[in-house]
């Protein structure tokens, strides 16, 4: 990890507005790569930080608490938003790995990389991700409106439309992510079409 984070909110604040929302969503998704990590910890025996894991949340709670105070051409939104970040990074030095802030919706964002390159940013495709596998671990009175909410709040994305992407290539993604590395995830070993389309339709991704 580094010594120090040397970030100057105010040109932050002044950068193209999608690349702020981008960072905000994948921080947002922290709350789905920690509940991947304790369900990797209960069904597979990994390894898990407590205090990597719920520094790791608290950071995406900042954000979705915080939500509607962020807004384009604000620093104090950029301070928000750099501190959520700086503690993502040091949840994830806690941990020794990536997994306080990477599950099955960076999964599904790596396979969109492949299955449709360049269309959207990182942190929007995983934000995406995270709606539909939060609604994968509670159902459908979960976080997963709570996630979708702040998200639209951000003007981020939150429907395979808005990030440029079909419905078949969003499917793909999802039925497909668990091949992308050996990171137990609530996809388990892959989940079906119908159940993918079912989630996507459910949370309004599709």
Not at 14 to 30: F, K, Q, V, Y
Not at 105 to 129: K, M, N, Y
Request: glycine share 8%.
């Amino acid at each position: 990890p580094p010594l120090a984070v040397i970030a100057d909110t105010g040109v932050i604040a002044d950068a193209p507005w999608e690349l702020t929302t981008a960072g905000c969503a994948d921080i947002i998704s922290n709350y789905t790569a920690v509940a991947d990590w304790t369900l990797a910890k209960r069904l597979k025996g990994v390894e898990y930080s407590e205090y990597g894991g719920a520094l790791s949340r608290m950071t995406a709670e900042m954000l979705v608490d915080n939500a509607d105070l962020i807004r384009p051409g604000l620093e104090e939104s950029a301070w928000i938003v750099v501190k959520a970040l700086v503690s993502s990074g040091v949840a994830m030095s806690i941990a020794g790995s990536s997994r306080p802030a990477s599950g099955a919706e960076h999964l599904f964002s790596h396979q969109l990389d492949r299955i449709a390159p360049g269309r959207a940013l990182h942190g929007h495709q995983v934000g995406v991700g995270s709606i539909m596998t939060a609604y994968l671990h509670d159902g459908p009175d979960g976080l997963w409106r709570d996630i979708r909410d702040a998200l639209a709040s951000l003007d981020a994305p939150t429907t395979a439309a808005d990030l440029d992407v079909s419905e078949a290539e969003l499917l793909e993604a999802l039925t497909s992510a668990h091949e992308i590395r050996d990171r137990y995830t609530v996809l388990g070993d892959g989940i079906t079409e119908k159940a993918a389309r079912d989630v996507a339709e459910t949370t309004g991704v599709i």
